[in-house]
């Protein structure tokens, strides 16, 4: 894994915990990284809360507990005025955790019985300027319960700001899940590496901004843990980008075909054709029916048009090898007509995308369109967002994000983005990547055809199926940014100029 990537690499709570025990089997003892993240906890809160007030620091039982207890040690040392809470009794506590309280020089309140205890806590937080949560952090995998439920329902009712220890209490670190009693943060300290409950909601809108801080835990650990989550961005993917040289021309930078569908549906095919173009392909068709031909010839002026009689006709097309990327869905219509145009779409073993219509049309048949992707043998990208996913994977609700988008790239043979405010991208060879720069303002009409259409445009380049996934999903979200409020698709594909512009120059500096 190459020093760029190893950056992207997001850690389970289980890798985490590998990593720490590896860093500590190469000579760094566990009280010095602890000694690192409680001092860059008590950094952040200083930070959230420069006056002189009063901080309430409430720890766990375990190492997240120890966290919160030097960073305690060091705010006192600086003059500041801090509460300790610890859920459960000083005696039980062990290792680090324990040397660090032990350290600690400051009145700690043992919590053990609610109806004793719970009125104090409120009283306390009544009176703090910052509450820090280092009750769990990323490592708990089960719902909170008894005397924690009633310590998080106090924090998230007090109204003061909080500062969490690794992750906020309540939320699962591997991911992303969060009940009602899971505490809502302003900001958030972890180490390292991020967790997928940073990044996958519900659990990332209750982090509030994440600060990753090192404590001493070399990169190089990852090529013995290997993982496979990643945060998508250039850093993941930047080999990967097409680059020009003086010789490249238009047919050495891909030929793509956009299927459209009838007159009185082009505009998802358009949209989708004109990000092709936008992303970099050298030449863009829209290939429809003769009654939409004219619609589209009104609106398109670079992107070539095909009129295409019918589903029989699509193999002879394709026949031209320089057509080397396919997008069919955006609009195509629903039923046997697209699952046929599907099949022969696949048959011919382009570089294809299936968005939309082509994924509702295998509703309830998806067995027969996972051979017909395995039998293409080449790149396949499948675009649901979750109503889509639960037509072609029903049994896979219930499932986390990632689970889910894992299980059906697996299943499928192809590349799967599973769309949303999260979106998950996934190979079969069991790599994902978890994007988080999409905006709000992406919610909207014909935003997922331009994205089918980026993909497209960096297929015909010949990037690879993830990283064109990857790639594609980062600019649409990176295009949203830029435009903001107010945005419709038809702002997206030329919000992409001055991304990749942008994205170019970044990585020509590199």
């Not at 602890?34 to 009063?54: D, N, Q, W, Y």
């Not at 998230?156 to 505490?183: Q, R, Y």
């Not at 002879?316 to 046997?336: H, K, M, T």
């Amino acid at each position: 894994m190459s020093v760029i990537v190893q950056a992207c690499a997001v850690l389970t709570p289980a890798q985490m915990s590998e990593a720490d025990r590896l860093t500590i089997e190469g000579g760094v003892p566990g009280i010095e990284l602890m000694e690192r993240a409680g001092r860059a906890v008590a950094e952040a809160a200083v930070a959230l809360s420069p006056s002189a007030g009063r901080f309430c620091i409430l720890c766990g039982p375990g190492n997240n507990g120890g966290d919160g207890f030097i960073a305690a040690r060091l705010l006192k040392a600086e003059g500041y005025d801090v509460f300790i809470g610890l859920l459960g009794s000083l005696g039980r506590l062990k290792g680090d955790a324990r040397l660090a309280a032990e350290r600690v020089g400051v009145p700690v309140m043992e919590l053990a019985d609610a109806d004793r205890d719970l009125p104090l806590v409120r009283k306390e937080l009544s009176a703090c300027s910052l509450i820090v949560d280092a009750l769990f952090g990323a490592g708990l995998d089960r719902p909170l319960t008894g005397l924690a439920v009633g310590l998080v329902g106090l924090i998230n009712a007090s109204g003061k700001p909080v500062l969490a220890v690794d992750l906020p209490s309540g939320v699962n670190g591997a991911t992303g899940e969060a009940g009602d009693t899971a505490i809502s943060a302003v900001s958030s300290v972890t180490f390292f590496r991020k967790k997928p409950g940073h990044l996958v909601f519900p659990g990332r809108g209750r982090c509030g901004e994440v600060k990753v801080v090192d404590i001493g835990i070399s990169a190089a650990v990852l090529d013995k843990i290997a993982p496979d989550t990643f945060l998508n961005g250039p850093d993941l993917w930047a080999q990967h980008w097409p680059r020009m040289s003086p010789a490249s021309h238009k047919y050495s930078k891909g030929h793509a075909v956009v299927f459209g569908g009838p007159m009185a549906s082009t505009g998802a095919a358009r949209l989708a054709a004109q990000a092709c173009l936008r992303t970099g392909a050298g030449l863009v068709t829209l290939a429809s029916p003769a009654d939409a031909m004219m619609v589209n010839a009104c609106h398109l002026t670079s992107v070539m048009l095909k009129k295409m009689p019918g589903v029989e006709a699509i193999p002879d097309f394709l026949s031209d090898s320089r057509l080397n990327a396919v997008v069919i869905g955006p609009a195509y219509g629903i039923g046997e007509q697209t699952r046929r145009a599907v099949g022969a779409v696949l048959r011919t073993k382009r570089a294809c995308v299936l968005d939309a219509d082509a994924l509702t049309s295998f509703g309830g048949q998806a067995g027969s369109l996972f051979e017909l992707i395995k039998e293409n043998g080449g790149p396949v990208v499948l675009t649901p967002h979750d109503g889509e996913f639960a037509r072609l994977f029903p049994d896979l609700a219930g499932q986390t994000k990632l689970e889910r988008a894992r299980a059906a790239a697996e299943r499928s043979g192809a590349v799967v983005i599973l769309k949303g405010p999260d979106t998950v991208i996934a190979g079969p060879d069991g790599r994902a990547a978890i994007n988080a720069n999409a905006p709000v303002w992406l919610a909207t009409a014909g935003s997922g055809d331009v994205l089918a259409g980026i993909i497209t445009g960096l297929l015909a380049q010949n990037v690879p199926a993830f990283e064109a996934a990857c790639q594609a999903v980062w600019l649409h979200g990176a295009a949203g940014a830029a435009v903001g409020p107010g945005l419709i698709a038809e702002d997206l594909p030329e919000a992409l100029r001055p991304v990749i512009a942008t994205l170019v120059d970044k990585l020509a500096a590199v």
